[in-house]
Each structure stands twice: as C-alpha cells, then as structure tokens.
C-alpha cells in the first residue's frame, strides 16, 4: 500500500473530512424537526417572514439556517409528501456555502436546491436557478414552486419570447428559475435598453445551477451573441459550395483531432482554377492577393461546412431550416447559429435558404456572465473529472455528496471488437438476450444517425423499441416513463433521461394520467390504486431481471458523459448494470490510436465477433478521453484570456450606460465632453510651447466649424496682442456654452436633458458595434504574430486597449458634433412631420392580412425635438380633431392629451 493510500485509510479523503465537518449541521436540523412539524401552515409563513426580518436586519445566513432548512423541509413534506434525507439537507448546506454539490443520478437534486435557495431568497435580493433547457425551469418552478409558497416565497419562471412585463415580474420574484442562456442574453439586451424602467434583471446575488458542468464547462466553449443583419451574399455562398464537390481528397487535408481542415498546395492551384472559370477569381489575381481574403474565407468555410458537419450528427434539417444539435445533450439548439458565416456555407450545402450573415451588437461568455454573480453554486452527477476546471475558472469547490442508499449497479468493463459491424451484431445479440428475461436497456448512442441504424437492425430482429433523439424530442417525457418497464428497449442519444429518472416498473405518475386521459369518466382513486399494483408487481420483475441495463455503443470524447450516460441506472440503491461496447472502428478509438490495439488484437489472433475485455483498454481509453478533456479546456481557458480583455471593456462601457440612466441630468457629463473636444482640437492646431506662426488657425475654425458647429474668428483672436493657446481655448469653451444655453432656452430644460440622454445612450451603442467588430476582426488575424516570435495574447490586450481609447476618444467627439447639430423644428417641419405620422397610425390600424407581422416603429430623433420646440400652455377639449393637429392646441408633454384619453400628451397623441 502507498503512502497516500495510507493516508487516506487513516485520515478519509479530504471530502471525507468535508462530509465529516458538515453532520453537525444536519443534526442541527433535525433538531428543529419536531417542533416545525408541529406548526399550522400559517405558522410556517410566520415563522419564514421572521427569519426574513432577521436576515434584513443584517443577522448572518449561517446563523438561521439550521431554523430555514427545517421549514423547508416540512414545506416539502406538506406541499409534495416529499421528507428530504439528510444527504439532501447535505447537499443543500455546501450549495449554500457555494460549492458543487455532485450527487448521483435519482438523488433528488430539483428538491435539494429549494434549500440554499430559500435560505438565501430571506435576504430580498433575488435567487436564480439555472436549468439547461426551458421544459426543466418551467416544470421545477411549478413543482417546487409549491414549496416555496407555503412558506410565503414567491416563484418566477423566465423563458424566451416571453412577454417584458412578465419577464420582470419574474425576476422581481423571491426565486427566478431560467435556462443558461436566457439570463445571459436578459443580461445583454437590458444593457442595450434606453432607459432603467425597460431593464428586466435587478443584479446578480445568488445562482445554483443546475446540471452544472453542461452550462459551465460544455456550453462554455461558446459564446452568447446578440447580432443583426448584414449585407446577403446568398450568391456567392452557393457559387463557392458548388465548387467543393469537385476537389479531391489529395486536395485538402483533414485533422480530427483538432476539427480543422486545411488546403494543400495541390488543391490551392486546383481551387484558384476552379473559381477563374466560374468568374469568382477575376484574371490575373490570385488567392494569395489581400483582395482575395473575402473568397479565401468563403471557401474555407465551404470546405469545413463539407467535411467537418454531417447531417445528423452535427445539426438536422428541419422545416427549410439548418438546426444545431447540442453534441453533449444530443438537444437542438434552435435559433443558435455558427458565426463567421460557416453556418451560411452549411445552408448553401443543404440547398435551403441562406440567412444573412450577422453582425455583434453584444456578446458575453458563459465564464464572464457566472463570475457576475456574488455566490454562485451548481449540482450535478458528474463534476469530479473537471474540479480542476471548475476551482480555476470559477472558484467553485467540489463536494461528492453520499447516496442515501449504497450503489449496487455492476459496472462491466469496456468490450473491443475490431470492426464495427462485430460490435453491432454483439450489441444486437446482448439486448436480444436481456430483453427475453424481462430487463429494460437503456442503449446510448453518440449521433441521431447511429441511433437509426441500430432502430433498423432491431426492426429486422422484430424487437420493439422506442427511439429518443433530437427528432424525437417532443416524446421525450414520455419515452423516459416508459423506459423503465419490464423488457422495454429505449435507443437515446447522449439527452437520455435528462431532468427525468427512469423508474424500475415505469412512471406511475405518467400512467395514471395515461388512464384518466384515456377513459375520463374513471375514479381517479381505483385507477391509482390498481396502477400503483401493477407498478409493484412490474418493479419486483424488473429488479428481479437484474434492475435497468445501460449499454453504451460508443465512448464520448468526455468521460462525463460516459458517467452520465451509466448514472442512469442504480437509482436509489435500486440494481443494475452497465456496459460499453467498441470498436476500433469508433470515433475516439480511431483518432486516438487505434493502430496499436490493433496490431496487438492481430497477434492474439483473435477471431471473429470476439472481444477484447481487459482493465488496461478501459485505463488507456480513459487517458484518452483526459487528453481530449485537456485540450477543450485549454481551448475554454484561451477562449476567456481573450474575452476578459473585452470583458473590462465591456464592464466600463455598461457601467458608464447605466450611470446615464440614472442621472436625472446629464448635462455636466456632456459639457465635460464638449470641454475635452475643445481641449483637444486646441491642442491638435495651436500645439503647446509652439510660436504663433506655426499655428493653424485657419484649420482650427473649419475643425471647430465641424464639431462644435460654431463660425468663430479664431485667426482674428490669435492675432491680437497676448492671446495664447489658453485664451484661444476660454473663447472657444465660452461660445461653445452659450451656443447650447440659447438650444436649452428654445427646447426647454426637460427636453433637452431627454435629447442629450438619448444622443448618449445611441452614440455609445454604435460605437460599442463598431468596436466589437474591430475586435473580431483582431482576434481572427492576431494568431499568426505568434510567427514573429510575439505572443498574440498580450499583442491583442496591447491593440484592444489602444482601439477602446479611440472609441472613447470619439464618442465625445460624435457626441458633441450632433448635440450641435440638434434645432428645434420649424412649424413647416412640425406639419409634415405630425401628417406622417398619422398617415402611420391608419395604416397600422388597417386591418393586416393573416399571419402578417408589423415591426414596431420608431420615430426618429428629430420627432422629439420638434416636440420640445411645442413645449408650453395646455388647451381645453372643445374643437378637437383626430385629423386636425391645429385643433390640438399647443399642450405641454406633461399635460392631459386633448383627445380626453386622460394620458398626458407625451404617452398619448405627442408620442412621436
């Protein structure tokens, strides 16, 4: 024995000792037990709110939490007959603590984060838990939505295409439950909104995300973005993709390993061939031209879009449309797309409708978006092969939490069969066997195409079966419930039972609403009864056939998904199996030297349909599989070196916004722009410690002409006796002044704070596009500095950093140069601008065919300064004309609208 097994014998694993430290907790709790139980349910609302008012009062959360989690408890004990073991209240106490609780497939981990959620909800400041897919939050906000509200706790769900107001009402509750990717775009969209009233997210105090290493690890690798349309190039997508069936395999060269594809000299000369006689490729140019970068990029992503994504492994067809399919869920991902135009070159290969290509207008990643949060917690059943990740990126520790009953599945070792046809006849052979004694399998396969062929071969053996995949997934619920009965075959890809267990004996629940649906008339009482008899009967079968099987055909890149897939079965202590069967024919063997293997299966002579089943393949797979892991995470790590260089940027720029928002004036905050422009210009023509006949005055009006719209005499006041570069300067700042004091007097005071807001607010934005799309334009060419012998790293913080002062250097100059510009429209304008604008609102009103959509409208800016330039007495009622805005009066926008809607007339007939 070595010294640290020693150790560990002695002394426990460090989570051991963890575990160890944590029982006075539980014992704490289950103290409290007793008298809770003895509390009416309006007594668990009492005494849930003074625990709120503790906590208010600025009282410690670990101080209540023995009191919190026993009300929880007994909550779940009355709203849903669950009582939560100790291993729960475990799981719940590290949660709190912020750590990653991992705990085995069955557990009841929905149940364990009402816990530390409650706990931390007492202090009003919002809890978020993160579930990977809209179906999970919608059915855990319902379900232990019910918890929550017996203790007085309110409970919100967030989801896309949800309506605003109900989005905020969701956030403002005690507990929000959302999707990964709905928070992170709330989070992106309300840093674009105009005004604080809009924003739907109130900060980021607590979250406990839920499958935990799907959203932080898996999902982290690529990052949210909000885009808009750019120009079409349908035409040359599918100029480009034609061209591709026509290289050869000598013409490019493909590395699995790393998902890349490249061109050889060979099939350069060949390409630039090609594309001259389709008149891409204009005579004379050739790839290597700057010219041609346009065309290199299309055809580089033709070539990945041809030999990287198969159709049905990597995205499906559906209804016209190129769909993503998640690879480590097996879910599609619909409305994500592949950036950089590899999504558009996929389109042009499926021959559906090309989209636009897009353009950022805001992006986070998953790292950035978490590590907003003040605490964050996760829980899964697999976290341990990525602790390193998780303490590195996140902070977040690892606690393995114990079952409440010991794990009986028999885990088999890996069997190698040398082709693939051998392994599938084997797989075929081994359900044909346990589905004849009465044993539900559950077989996971890596892609919807390989699930289809194994669904064919079992059709030939005349096995029944269900098939659970991205086409598929609308049965998914009801697949799961059934996958546990007596003999049942369940082929899924790798989203296999995700947020559902497959119960020994089938779904209880299920079937009774089965029943009651089938057959309305029913007493629902019998029927449960004589469900819930069958279902015994049906479990001690199943149990008795050895529980549920879990064979797996393939191995993942990720050895997670390997241990999510097995975790399926041996729920609660309840029997099974698992087993993986391979070939060297399989991705991960193939790529990862298979060649070996195979040399040493030749010299065994093994024959055909054998298999190799040794622990040193199941040790040299798992290195493999660690390699594989390594390497996607230095590609997260890489990912978010780069992105925290944008991310400070990113901090400034949405700081900067908000501080907008909130300030009643931002007249201080444009004058200081304006003073900093005057600085600057007067610096740039008039440099400091230069002699009078080297400034350029005359350069300096038409510059001042330009940005601050002011016709000055400057080469006039430099020509007077003792006027220097800093009286020069007071002259320009005090004209500059009160060019924007007689613009205040015109519009008046309000409005011209609103101008000012707004101008802000719009020059920022567009500013913030212009400088993501320099930023990605950086990033993609930075790479090959790493030729030169200089790290591309610190050459994109050094570059980054000098295009951020730019934009700040010209957004005062924007800023100041259309605040200038701004004037109050002239009563012809008014006019013409108020008979647009009525002509819009009939024909909004008009009657729209069916399944038309109207995008709203937005006025342009100049509406609300010819509003402010009306600014003034209110009207009576009499008279009024909906068509006659000269028998509107002249009201002010804080006054009743004349139409007698009782709205002030800014939100009524003035909402220009």
């Given at each position: 024995?070595g010294?640290?097994?020693?150790?560990r014998?002695i002394?426990?694993?460090?989570?051991?000792?963890r575990?160890?430290?944590?029982?006075?907790?539980?014992e704490?709790v289950?103290?409290?037990?007793?008298r809770?139980a003895a509390?009416?349910?309006?007594?668990?609302?009492?005494e849930?709110?003074?625990?709120r008012e503790?906590a208010?009062g600025?009282?410690?959360l670990d101080r209540?939490?023995p009191e919190c989690f026993?009300?929880?408890?007994e909550a779940?004990?009355?709203?849903?007959?669950?009582?939560?073991?100790?291993?729960q209240?475990l799981?719940?106490?590290?949660?709190h603590?912020g750590?990653?609780?991992?705990?085995?497939?069955?557990?009841?981990?929905?149940?364990?984060?009402?816990?530390?959620?409650?706990l931390?909800?007492l202090?009003?400041?919002?809890?978020?838990?993160?579930?990977?897919?809209d179906?999970?939050?919608r059915?855990?906000?319902?379900?232990m939505g019910?918890?929550?509200?017996?203790?007085?706790?309110?409970?919100?769900?967030?989801?896309?295409?949800?309506?605003?107001a109900e989005?905020?009402?969701?956030?403002?509750?005690?507990?929000?439950?959302?999707?990964?990717n709905e928070?992170?775009f709330?989070?992106?969209?309300d840093?674009?909104k105009?005004?604080?009233?809009?924003?739907?997210q109130r900060?980021?105090?607590?979250?406990?995300?839920?499958?935990?290493?799907?959203?932080?690890?898996d999902?982290a690798r690529?990052?949210l973005?909000?885009?808009?349309?750019?120009q079409?190039r349908s035409?040359?997508?599918?100029?480009?993709?034609?061209?591709?069936?026509?290289l050869?395999?000598s013409?490019y060269?493909?590395?699995?390993?790393?998902?890349?594809v490249?061109?050889?000299?060979e099939g350069?000369?060949?390409?630039?061939t090609?594309?001259?006689?389709?008149g891409?490729?204009?005579?004379g140019?050739?790839?290597y031209?700057?010219?041609?970068?346009?065309l290199?990029?299309?055809v580089?992503?033709?070539?990945r879009?041809?030999?990287?994504?198969?159709?049905?492994k990597e995205?499906?067809?559906?209804?016209g449309?190129?769909v993503?399919?998640?690879?480590?869920?097996?879910?599609m991902?619909?409305?994500?797309?592949?950036?950089?135009?590899?999504?558009?070159a996929?389109e042009a290969?499926?021959?559906?409708?090309?989209?636009p290509?897009?353009?950022?207008?805001?992006?986070?990643?998953?790292?950035?978006?978490?590590?907003?949060y003040?605490?964050?917690?996760?829980?899964?059943?697999?976290?341990?092969?990525?602790?390193?990740?998780?303490r590195?990126?996140?902070n977040?520790g690892?606690?393995?939490?114990?079952?409440?009953?010991?794990v009986q599945r028999?885990?088999?070792?890996?069997?190698?069969?040398r082709?693939?046809?051998?392994?599938y006849?084997?797989i075929?052979?081994?359900?044909?066997?346990?589905?004849?004694?009465?044993q539900?399998?559950l077989?996971?396969?890596?892609?919807?195409?390989?699930?289809?062929?194994?669904?064919a071969?079992?059709r030939?053996?005349?096995?029944p079966?269900?098939?659970?995949?991205?086409r598929?997934h609308?049965?998914?619920?009801q697949?799961?419930?059934e996958a546990?009965q007596p003999?049942?075959?369940?082929?899924?890809?790798?989203m296999?039972?995700?947020g559902t267990d497959?119960?020994?004996g089938?779904?209880?629940?299920?079937?009774?609403l089965?029943?009651?649906a089938a057959d309305?008339e029913?007493n629902?009482?019998?029927?449960?009864?004589?469900?819930e008899?069958?279902h015994?009967?049906?479990?001690?079968r199943v149990k008795?056939?050895?529980?549920?099987?879990v064979?797996a055909t393939e191995?993942?890149?990720?050895?997670?998904?390997?241990?999510?897939?097995r975790?399926r079965?041996g729920?609660?202590?309840?029997?099974?199996?698992?087993?993986?069967?391979?070939?060297?024919?399989?991705?991960l063997?193939?790529?990862?030297?298979?060649?070996?293997?195979?040399?040493?299966l030749s010299t065994?002579?093994?024959k055909e349909?054998?298999a190799?089943?040794?622990?040193?393949?199941?040790?040299?797979?798992?290195?493999a599989?660690?390699?594989?892991?390594g390497?996607?995470?230095?590609?997260r790590?890489?990912?978010?070196?780069?992105?925290?260089?944008m991310n400070?940027?990113?901090?400034?720029?949405f700081?900067?916004r908000?501080e907008?928002?909130?300030?009643?004036d931002?007249?201080e905050i444009?004058?200081?722009?304006r003073?900093?422009?005057?600085?600057?210009?007067v610096?740039t023509?008039?440099?400091?410690?230069?002699?009078?006949d080297?400034?350029?005055t005359?350069?300096?009006?038409?510059?001042?002409?330009e940005?601050?719209?002011?016709?000055?005499?400057?080469a006039e006041?430099?020509?007077?006796?003792g006027?220097?570069?800093e009286?020069?300067?007071?002259?320009?700042?005090?004209?500059?002044?009160?060019?924007?004091?007689e613009k205040?007097?015109?519009?008046g005071?309000?409005t011209?704070?609103s101008i000012?807001?707004?101008?802000l607010?719009?020059?920022i934005?567009a500013?913030?596009?212009e400088h993501l799309?320099?930023?990605?334009h950086?990033r993609?060419?930075?790479?090959f500095?790493?030729?030169?012998?200089?790290?591309?790293?610190?050459?994109?913080?050094g570059?980054?950093f000098?295009?951020?002062?730019?934009?700040?250097?010209?957004?005062?100059?924007?800023?100041?140069?259309?605040l200038a510009?701004v004037r109050?429209?002239t009563?012809?304008?008014?006019?013409?601008m108020?008979?647009?604008?009525?002509?819009?609102?009939r024909?909004?009103?008009?009657p729209?065919p069916?399944?038309?959509?109207q995008a709203?409208s937005?006025?342009?800016?100049?509406?609300?300064m010819?509003?402010?330039?009306a600014e003034?007495?209110?009207?009576?009622?009499?008279?009024?004309?909906e068509d006659?805005?000269?028998?509107?009066g002249?009201?002010?926008?804080n006054?009743?609208?004349p139409?007698g809607s009782?709205r002030?007339f800014?939100?009524?007939?003035?909402?220009f």
């Amino acid at each position: 024995m070595g010294l640290a097994a020693l150790a560990r014998s002695i002394f426990g694993t460090p989570n051991d000792r963890r575990i160890k430290a944590a029982r006075p907790i539980v014992e704490a709790v289950n103290a409290q037990e007793a008298r809770v139980a003895a509390l009416s349910d309006e007594g668990l609302r009492e005494e849930t709110a003074k625990l709120r008012e503790r906590a208010r009062g600025g009282e410690d959360l670990d101080r209540l939490l023995p009191e919190c989690f026993a009300l929880v408890r007994e909550a779940g004990r009355r709203a849903l007959g669950l009582r939560a073991f100790d291993v729960q209240i475990l799981g719940g106490y590290f949660l709190h603590k912020g750590n990653i609780a991992e705990m085995k497939t069955g557990e009841g981990k929905t149940l364990v984060a009402t816990f530390p959620a409650t706990l931390n909800a007492l202090s009003g400041k919002g809890v978020h838990i993160v579930t990977v897919n809209d179906y999970l939050a919608r059915r855990d906000a319902e379900w232990m939505g019910k918890v929550y509200a017996m203790l007085g706790l309110t409970t919100g769900v967030v989801v896309p295409q949800q309506p605003e107001a109900e989005k905020r009402a969701a956030y403002q509750a005690d507990i929000t439950y959302a999707t990964n990717n709905e928070l992170g775009f709330d989070y992106l969209r309300d840093n674009m909104k105009s005004d604080l009233a809009q924003m739907v997210q109130r900060g980021h105090h607590y979250a406990i995300v839920d499958e935990v290493d799907s959203i932080l690890i898996d999902e982290a690798r690529t990052p949210l973005i909000i885009s808009g349309p750019s120009q079409d190039r349908s035409a040359l997508y599918q100029a480009v993709d034609g061209l591709i069936p026509r290289l050869d395999p000598s013409h490019y060269e493909v590395d699995e390993k790393t998902r890349n594809v490249t061109f050889t000299d060979e099939g350069n000369d060949a390409l630039e061939t090609a594309l001259r006689e389709a008149g891409l490729l204009p005579e004379g140019q050739s790839l290597y031209d700057p010219e041609s970068s346009t065309l290199v990029h299309h055809v580089n992503q033709a070539l990945r879009a041809h030999t990287l994504f198969h159709r049905d492994k990597e995205y499906i067809v559906r209804d016209g449309q190129v769909v993503l399919i998640d690879e480590f869920t097996g879910r599609m991902m619909v409305g994500r797309r592949l950036s950089d135009g590899l999504h558009q070159a996929i389109e042009a290969k499926e021959g559906v409708a090309i989209q636009p290509e897009n353009v950022t207008l805001a992006s986070i990643t998953f790292q950035n978006y978490f590590r907003l949060y003040a605490k964050l917690a996760g829980m899964t059943g697999t976290a341990l092969t990525e602790a390193d990740e998780f303490r590195e990126i996140y902070n977040l520790g690892v606690v393995e939490i114990p079952t409440n009953r010991p794990v009986q599945r028999v885990d088999e070792h890996d069997q190698v069969f040398r082709t693939a046809r051998e392994k599938y006849e084997a797989i075929v052979r081994a359900i044909k066997e346990a589905h004849g004694r009465g044993q539900p399998i559950l077989v996971g396969t890596t892609s919807i195409e390989k699930s289809e062929m194994l669904s064919a071969l079992l059709r030939k053996e005349g096995i029944p079966h269900n098939v659970l995949n991205a086409r598929e997934h609308a049965r998914e619920a009801q697949i799961v419930a059934e996958a546990g009965q007596p003999g049942a075959v369940t082929i899924a890809t790798n989203m296999a039972g995700r947020g559902t267990d497959i119960q020994l004996g089938g779904n209880v629940e299920m079937k009774v609403l089965e029943a009651l649906a089938a057959d309305p008339e029913a007493n629902p009482d019998e029927v449960r009864a004589r469900i819930e008899a069958e279902h015994a009967a049906d479990k001690e079968r199943v149990k008795a056939a050895g529980g549920l099987y879990v064979l797996a055909t393939e191995r993942h890149e990720s050895r997670r998904i390997d241990n999510q897939l097995r975790g399926r079965s041996g729920r609660q202590g309840d029997p099974g199996r698992s087993s993986f069967f391979l070939s060297l024919e399989d991705d991960l063997m193939r790529i990862f030297g298979s060649e070996r293997l195979d040399k040493v299966l030749s010299t065994l002579g093994m024959k055909e349909g054998e298999a190799i089943v040794h622990p040193w393949v199941n040790k040299s797979l798992e290195r493999a599989q660690a390699k594989v892991e390594g390497r996607n995470f230095d590609i997260r790590k890489q990912l978010l070196k780069f992105d925290d260089v944008m991310n400070d940027q990113r901090k400034v720029i949405f700081a900067q916004r908000r501080e907008i928002m909130e300030a009643a004036d931002v007249g201080e905050i444009t004058a200081d722009m304006r003073r900093q422009v005057v600085a600057d210009l007067v610096d740039t023509w008039m440099p400091p410690r230069s002699y009078p006949d080297q400034w350029e005055t005359e350069a300096l009006a038409a510059a001042v002409r330009e940005k601050l719209g002011l016709d000055l005499p400057i080469a006039e006041w430099a020509a007077e006796e003792g006027v220097d570069q800093e009286g020069v300067r007071e002259r320009i700042e005090a004209a500059a002044d009160a060019f924007m004091a007689e613009k205040e007097q015109a519009f008046g005071p309000e409005t011209m704070r609103s101008i000012e807001k707004q101008v802000l607010l719009q020059t920022i934005d567009a500013k913030w596009r212009e400088h993501l799309l320099r930023l990605e334009h950086l990033r993609s060419v930075v790479g090959f500095r790493g030729y030169a012998q200089r790290d591309p790293l610190n050459e994109y913080k050094g570059e980054a950093f000098g295009l951020f002062e730019r934009l700040l250097e010209s957004l005062r100059e924007e800023v100041t140069a259309k605040l200038a510009q701004v004037r109050p429209m002239t009563a012809e304008e008014s006019q013409a601008m108020l008979q647009a604008l009525l002509a819009q609102r009939r024909a909004e009103a008009a009657p729209r065919p069916p399944g038309g959509q109207q995008a709203p409208s937005r006025a342009p800016m100049g509406a609300l300064m010819a509003a402010g330039a009306a600014e003034g007495a209110g009207t009576p009622r009499e008279g009024f004309r909906e068509d006659d805005p000269t028998t509107w009066g002249q009201p002010g926008r804080n006054d009743p609208c004349p139409c007698g809607s009782g709205r002030k007339f800014k939100h009524c007939h003035g909402a220009f």
